[in-house]
């Protein structure tokens, strides 16, 4: 027989999506019990990370006061590289030099700290160093939790899930099954110091202004995965991530940490890190199966939200903003529910996906759905073109006598006999239906 609950609603886990949870239920008003496993909220996360200040808005629109905030981004670099060069493209605006910022520079650990202190300013009950072994059910209803270091069991109205990728809960408990490795992406981070005006200089950048490189080519050595590089205030973030199917299955059995080694090395890369000194390295996991790879996210008792749901735009390298909307909208949906006295069943928790359809969150995934299938079946876009496209521009911009015809017919006999006609152009539908 279920015991009286002690809380509207319990939230597992301190991050972003779990944060915004638990600071919306209790501004509300709502009696909330957020469980955390680490010593404090932001300790397991050492990595830097992009924030995107609309998702935010929507919980805290005066965040900027007091947020410990590195850089906002003023530009964004896109390179595509082959063993020696890259070719890109970027957008610097003015425009992103205006407040209100669109996206800032973070490190975690400090950030997740300062949100946690905002939910328990909004009246919410935070528990650390605890682990929920597993959740409790009155038949087919979530009615609490269990934990290791908490004496008995602890009974809501509702559970929400924001325990990171491949819930172990949700998992123990049957909502979905273990989490497939060609959907999930193992990615590897350092966080090198380097003096503030050296940033500054090397970056083009002003005191607060920051600089984001997102990049693809043969960093990955032939696998499915992206590089990243980040300024924060006095440190670069750097890191690459591949999926975890690909790193198995890699014939050069080339392991995370040597991989970022080799992409450091990099001749594009390796003049902007000169000199920085590694303070943190990390790696963790990313759900960046897409759209097709959400499990079920609601049930009787209980939702899921963040990675925890496999919340990533991995084509757009989108995930914070991701995981405070799921994690807000799954609050408001406790809130309606207990305004309304729906209770806490699938039909009335169902409103959470609606929402999510509703959002620009399910509206992006299902546009890129079939994005990670393409992308796994054809790793040519890994190593193959970059290497043509910089080959091409390395041709055209070179001046040696020979005229500009002739080169064009040099690329494009290259192009053809590296994929072949049929080829480049079955390659380029196959992104144009992925995208469109």
């Not at 079955?426 to 995208?435: E, F, H, P, T, V």
């Amino acid at each position: 027989m279920k015991k009286p609950s002690q809380f509207d609603a319990i939230v597992v886990g301190a991050g972003p999506s779990g944060n915004a949870c638990a600071y919306t239920l209790a501004k509300a008003g709502l009696k909330v019990l957020q469980i955390e496993r680490g010593e404090y909220p932001g300790s397991k996360n050492v990595q830097g990370a992009i924030l995107y200040a609309n998702a935010l808005e929507q919980i805290i629109p005066d965040f900027r006061d007091d947020a410990p905030l590195e850089r906002h981004i003023i530009e964004q670099r896109m390179w595509l590289l082959d063993e020696t060069s890259f070719v890109g493209t970027h957008i610097r605006s003015e425009d992103y030099n205006k407040p209100p910022y669109n996206r800032y520079t973070i490190l975690r650990a400090q950030f997740d700290k300062w949100f946690s202190s905002k939910v328990r300013e909004a009246g919410a009950l935070l528990i650390c160093e605890t682990t929920v072994n597993h959740l409790i059910m009155d038949g087919d209803q979530v009615v609490g939790v269990q934990c290791d270091r908490m004496q008995g069991d602890v009974y809501a109205d509702v559970v929400i899930l924001a325990d990171g990728v491949n819930s172990t809960l949700a998992r123990k408990a049957g909502f979905h099954g273990e989490i497939k490795s060609e959907n999930v992406a193992l990615a590897v981070k350092e966080i090198l110091f380097m003096p503030e005006e050296t940033i500054r200089q090397r970056f083009n950048i002003g005191e607060e202004s920051g600089v984001v490189i997102e990049m693809v080519g043969r960093i990955t050595d032939g696998m499915m995965g992206t590089g990243f590089l980040y300024t924060n205030k006095e440190s670069l973030t750097i890191g690459v991530g591949c999926m975890l199917g690909d790193f198995k299955n890699n014939p050069n059995r080339t392991s995370p940490y040597v991989l970022l080694e080799q992409m450091k090395r990099h001749p594009a890369i390796a003049p902007l890190i000169e000199g920085g000194e590694m303070k943190e390295y990390c790696a963790h996991l990313i759900p960046e199966g897409g759209f097709h790879a959400i499990p079920q996210i609601y049930g009787n008792g209980w939702m899921i939200v963040g990675d925890s749901g496999g919340f990533v735009n991995a084509v757009h390298r989108e995930g914070s903003n991701l995981a405070m909307t799921t994690g807000r909208l799954a609050a408001e949906t406790v809130i309606n529910a207990k305004a309304a006295s729906k209770g806490y069943r699938a039909d009335s928790l169902k409103a959470y996906k609606t929402a999510l359809d509703d959002s620009f969150v399910m509206k992006d995934l299902y546009k890129y759905r079939d994005m990670p299938k393409v992308l796994h079946k054809n790793p040519q876009f890994f190593t193959s073109y970059p290497d043509m496209v910089a080959q091409a521009a390395r041709t055209m911009i070179t001046v040696d006598g020979v005229d500009k015809k002739t080169k064009e017919r040099e690329i494009f006999a290259s192009f053809r006999k590296t994929r072949k006609l049929t080829g480049l152009v079955g390659d380029a539908y196959k992104l144009w239906k992925a995208i469109r």
